[in-house]
């Protein structure tokens, strides 16, 4: 499973192929041994959850780099390499 981005103790995954579970394009965060998946398109948490000033961090960091995300969702659902993508500074 890639890591897209981390930063502020946030690492982003991108599952290849991760289609079954979630259908529509998402990402996976892990802060500090706790998970939650993101929709790509709404922000919205799908599973899992994290704490409010992390998930503040995500979604700012999503709405920052959303295209770049959905173009990672369609190289990972092709079993492909995704890019990696700027850290939120």
Known sequence: MPILSMFFGIIIRMYFGDTQQHHQPHIHAEYQGEQAVFEIETGAILVGSLP??????????????????????????????????????
């Open 52 to 89: 409010p000033a992390k998930v503040r961090l995500v979604l700012a960091w999503m709405e920052i780099h959303r295209e770049e995300l959905l173009a990672d969702w369609q190289l990972a659902v092709n079993h492909e390499s995704p890019f990696k993508i700027d850290p939120l500074r």
